[in-house]
Every structure is written in structure tokens, then in C-alpha cells.
């Protein structure tokens, strides 16, 4: 999710589930070995446990961007096979590399062979028109003869040709049988499944065959569905009781990212949908997005946005009743 899953997103999504396996955007090789690598690189603490997803096609580079990630603390490195962008297969990696599977093979191998973190592979279920469950199964035993033990399934085809990335996400029919269906087949390997999970509900039907499932736009663009995954999905309390519990630790977040120099917009644009369902959302994706207001790189204005959801005597929907209590905060 370039552009969306940064560290500042990262951050508000672990106040939200404690957890749950955070995933970076996904980074190129080149722009490691030739960028800068701790713009690329550098998170807080308490994102753990985290992944770096990479985006290459070349061993010895995937290779030296696996050291970094050790070196910088990540709990994983991944190897994106799954985005179809026109612009990532001018590159010659993401989705088309599912073409070469001895190639990733050469890939994953040489990752696992530079660290001892886990090296895992995120991968669409085809390519194209090509619709055979085989193609898929042959990709994942050739690949796990690298050395992958953990396969992130997008239980679509990607497309090439002809659909942008948002098409790709939509209209390729989704086919979870097929991840299902790997899980079988293999049963020494993890699955993890990804596409088309909205709530928490669409996710549990799914963990009775695979070993996990990935949550994107639907973890993004509706945040409090996190505050449900520690207690459902791991029978543990959740981290917050209600969405203002995590106003305080996002302006303090927001006070140490002003004072090293940073800009206050960077973390407010992934908080729009917190209150999303709420009376008083819209205010606060207002306040929240006010070029004027967030020139003043003032914190407190998550604080002030925030005062404007909460109505007199309203329930957030989404709190967990406990019997016998008086009241729920919203």
C-alpha cells in the first residue's frame, strides 16, 4: 500500500491492536541500495511486530535489503509477487514475477540465506486469464524450495494488461478456494489470506482453514475495526475501550514528530476515517485536513478535532457492553 502504510500510519494502527503483524509499504531494492535508507527504514518501538515488504527481482540486491532489514530490527522481510502496477513491471518485479518461479526461488533463497528473521512471499492466486489452480500450487512448492515458509495469498488474478491497480483489486473475481485449497496441499507452510475482507466477520469463517488473514484498505480507510482483533482474534483485552482513548498518545505521538521536524499533516491524513459512523466524522475530517489549521503544526489540533465528534450522551456502536455496567464512553 505505497504512500498509505508509513510509519506514521503504522504507528496509529498499533494503538489500535497490539497484535496484530504491521506491514510497510512496500520498498524497492534500488531504493535502498542507492536511496536513502533510513527515510526508507526508520520506525517507532512500538510498531513490533513489524514487516518490511520489498519490492526486486535480483537476488544478491534482495539479498543485502534483507541485511538492512535484520540490522534495522524488522521481525520479517517480505517479497512483493503481487502488485500488478504497469509501473512496478516496467521493473520486473510485484505480480509478474509469478511468471519466473524459479526466479523467485533464486530470490527467496537468497534472502533466507542472508538473515535468520523469516523471509515470507506475498502472491496473487494468477496472472492474466490464467485461472488454473495449478499454476498457483506449482508457484508455491517451487518458491518454498527457497526457503519461504509463509505465503500472504491475494486471492485474485492480477491482470497485466488493461486494469489499473484499483480495477485489479475488484474485478478479477476472487477465488478463496484457492488459498484453502494450499493450505491442504500444504500443510507444512503458513497461509495467510488477503482480498476482499471488510470486518472481522468476513475473517473468521476463513481461519478455520488458513493460518491468517491481511487486512489493507479495509484496516485503512476503517481504522476501529483494529480495536476488535486482540480480543477476537486472539481472545486477549483490547489496547482501547473507545476511539478518544487513543487522542492523547496521537497528540503526544504528533508533539515528538513536530519537534524533530516533521509535519504535522504526515500523521493527521491517516486518522480521517477514526470516527467514521459517528456524529460529528465529517467535522472532524474537516478540522483535520484544514490546510490553514494544520500550517500552525500545532498537536492540539487532533485534540480540538476530536471534541467536536464527541455528542452529549452518545454510545460508539462499536464498544464492547459489559454486562451490569452503567455506561459506555463514546
Not at 23 to 34: D, F, K, P, R, W
Not at 114 to 120: H, Q
Not at 172 to 199: E, I, K, M, Q, S
Not at 241 to 269: K, Q, S
Amino acid at each position: 500500500m505505497l504512500d498509505w502504510t508509513d510509519r506514521h500510519c503504522r504507528f496509529f494502527h498499533r494503538l489500535l491492536s497490539r497484535r496484530a503483524r504491521l506491514y510497510t509499504e512496500m520498498v524497492t531494492t534500488g531504493a535502498l541500495v542507492h536511496g536513502d535508507r533510513a527515510r526508507h527504514l526508520d520506525f517507532d518501538p512500538a510498531e513490533h511486530p513489524l514487516a518490511l515488504q520489498l519490492g526486486g527481482s535480483e537476488p544478491a540486491e534482495l539479498a543485502a535489503c534483507a541485511r538492512l532489514a535484520q540490522r534495522w530490527g524488522y521481525d520479517e522481510v517480505n517479497l512483493n509477487c503481487g502488485c500488478p502496477s504497469e509501473r512496478v513491471q516496467r521493473g520486473a518485479f510485484g505480480a509478474c514475477l509469478m511468471a519466473e518461479p524459479a526466479l523467485v526461488r533464486d530470490c527467496v533463497k537468497a534472502m533466507a540465506d542472508a538473515v535468520s528473521i523469516p523471509v515470507t512471499v506475498k502472491h496473487r492466486i494468477g496472472i492474466d486469464r490464467v485461472e488454473d489452480y495449478g499454476f498457483v500450487r506449482d508457484f508455491v512448492g517451487t518458491v518454498a524450495a527457497g526457503g519461504a515458509r509463509t505465503f500472504i495469498v491475494h486471492a485474485r488474478n492480477a491482470w497485466l494488461k488493461g486494469l489499473s491497480p484499483k480495477e485489479n483489486r475488484e474485478l478479477p473475481p476472487l477465488r478463496y478456494a484457492f488459498a484453502h485449497a494450499l493450505a491442504r496441499d500444504f500443510p507444512d507452510l503458513r497461509f495467510v489470506l488477503n482480498g476482499g475482507l471488510a470486518t472481522l466477520e468476513d475473517c473468521l469463517p476463513h481461519l478455520e482453514q488458513v493460518d491468517g488473514v491481511m487486512l489493507g484498505r479495509a484496516a485503512y480507510h476503517e481504522p476501529w475495526l483494529l480495536a476488535g482483533v486482540d480480543r477476537r482474534l486472539f481472545g486477549q483485552p483490547a489496547p482501547v475501550e473507545d476511539r478518544f482513548a487513543l487522542i492523547d498518545p496521537l497528540v503526544d505521538y504528533a508533539t515528538r514528530h513536530v519537534r524533530a521536524g516533521g509535519r504535522l499533516r504526515e500523521l493527521t491524513r491517516h486518522l480521517l476515517g477514526l470516527f467514521n459512523g459517528l456524529p460529528g466524522a465529517r467535522r472532524w475530517r474537516q478540522t483535520l485536513s484544514d490546510a490553514r489549521r494544520l500550517a500552525d503544526e500545532d498537536p492540539r489540533l487532533i485534540a480540538q478535532a476530536a471534541a467536536l465528534v464527541q455528542p452529549p450522551g452518545a454510545r460508539d456502536p462499536n464498544a464492547e457492553v459489559i454486562p451490569g455496567a452503567r455506561s459506555a464512553r463514546c
